[in-house]
């Protein structure tokens, strides 16, 4: 059976904004890679953006991997020439990335693409080998996975550098979020239909857009599936997944639209609201209240030592074992030795002392020996990329880390919220000012220029 496989999407720089974000396509092949086997010479230029161009047969292999997807559920997607539309929609927003972080000197390495590679293989519960195996099983090119793969790591980047200087956050900001009646409001699942209006809207694109909106709210009343709906009505990149949002905070919703959701219930769907982008419709999946957070904390002292070129590798490991002996020999104090001896910078001059941290703070190496030692007892040496390591664990504790949780979610929050604004706005701008021509009229959205031009 073929498997569509969920392409990561890395680090929380790229994370979704509930209203306007950026996605990738479920994988296709790339033109001449697999796919639908279409012989290249009957191949045709369905739109021009900028200086490249988008194939036919890229536009078919995308729409095919949709179809795919839902292959358990073909009733949820939206007629044929409305898929190819936010199909062709789609790829031509990642075709103005991509261009523009080129630009830009945006470039992402193959170890980069490796490493992207290893971590859809651990998603899918896989080694690489069997990813690679399972994707050209199901038809597909693996080369042409890599690169869709590739692309959304390029994304990513643009990303980071367009938000990068754009967003910050003030600690006064993160006080009045705190305070705020919808922070403490908690959390909710959401699922939306964006209906978007573009940039210079006139006052029949907006009567078009209300129009549409209308139509989808009249069908999810007489039944229609919330996600179906979106898949079918919805603009939003996330339409063909469903519209689904998943849980965000009170807090990372824009302000336009809290007092409404404020007021559902859980299976509850909104009017159609009037946002900055266009018309929105929500549906309430789920609420919950955040809880207090309590994590296990431990206490330890380190020495490090590190291979140089004074001390060999060989020598780095027996002085660490040397060390070991002294300690438990109780020839010298695990303090005394890390003052004088450890090559970690941040800990030798106090003796070692790491203070209190999470298991995992100074990484899995460590946070894997931490754990399996007893109050006051010293790791044998172990070695990691940093060079050979002794831990003394001193103490372990129960913490309430509610509130300083409660201040990174919220910094945290704000700072998306900042960066997806500034993000859709940069997409918004790049589309609008971008030289995008279909030149297949049935392609075209039915009220623009491209749709009423003569083939």
């Known amino acids: 059976m073929k498997q569509t496989f969920a392409l990561l999407l890395f680090a929380t720089a790229l994370a979704a904004t509930p209203f306007a974000r950026a996605q990738l396509l479920p994988q296709a092949a790339a033109p001449g890679q697999g796919g639908t086997g279409q012989d290249q010479s009957l191949d045709r230029v369905v739109a021009v953006v900028e200086e490249d161009v988008i194939l036919q ?17 073909p009733e949820q997607l939206p007629p ?30 193959d170890q980069d693409v490796d490493q992207a590679v ?9 080694s690489p080998d069997q990813l690679r195996a399972a994707v050209e099983q199901s038809g597909q090119s693996f080369a042409a996975f890599r690169q869709q793969l590739h692309d959304q790591l390029v994304v990513q980047r643009l990303h980071q550098s367009v938000v990068r200087d ?12 705190l305070n705020s009646p919808s922070y403490k409001a908690g ?74 959701i404020a007021g559902m219930k859980p299976g509850d769907v909104s009017p159609a609201l009037r946002g900055p982008t266009g018309f929105h419709i929500l549906k309430l999946v789920g609420q919950r209240q955040p809880g207090k957070q309590i994590v296990t904390e431990f206490h330890a002292r380190h020495i490090l ?21 002294r300690i438990v020999n109780k020839h010298a104090s695990f303090a005394d030795l890390a003052k004088q001896d450890s090559d970690d910078d941040t800990t030798a001059n106090e003796g070692g002392d790491m203070g209190w941290f999470q298991q995992d703070a100074w990484g899995s190496a460590i946070g894997q020996q931490i754990a399996g030692l007893k109050d006051g007892q010293v790791s044998q040496p172990f070695q990691t990329a940093e060079g050979w390591h002794l831990l003394q664990r001193l103490g372990e504790r129960q913490s309430d ?43 075209a959205d039915p009220d623009s220029a491209d749709a009423k031009a003569s083939p």
Do not use: C
């Open 57 to 73: 047969s890229e536009l078919d292999q995308a729409v095919a991997a949709v179809q795919q997807q839902y292959a358990q559920h």
């Open 80 to 109: 044929i020439d409305v898929l190819r539309r936010q199909v062709l929609d789609r790829l031509i927003l990642m075709k103005l990335q991509l261009q523009r972080a080129d630009d830009q000197g945006v470039h992402v390495s």
């Open 118 to 126: 290893a971590a859809v293989a651990q998603q899918n519960k896989m």
């Open 166 to 177: 754009s967003v910050s956050v003030t600690d006064s900001e993160v006080d009045n979020l």
């Open 187 to 260: 959390e909710v699942h959401l699922a939306h239909i964006e209906i978007s209006i573009p940039s210079g809207a006139s006052a029949s694109d907006i009567q078009a857009a209300a129009a549409k909106a209308k139509a989808a709210l009249d069908a999810i009343k007489g039944g229609m599936d919330f996600n179906a709906a979106a898949i079918r009505y919805s603009d939003a990149p996330d339409a063909l997944e469903g519209g689904d949002l998943g849980w965000r905070r009170m807090d990372e919703i824009p302000p336009a639209f809290v007092d409404t």
């Open 305 to 325: 030592i590190k291979p140089s070129q004074l001390l060999s590798p060989q020598q780095a490991e027996q002085k660490a074992r040397d060390l070991y002996n």
């Open 401 to 443: 880390v509610t509130e300083k949780a409660a201040r990174d979610q919220a910094r945290q929050a704000i700072g998306n919220r900042k960066a997806d604004q500034a993000y859709d706005d940069y997409l918004r701008q790049l589309r609008s000012s971008s030289y995008v021509k279909i030149l297949v009229p049935a392609l």
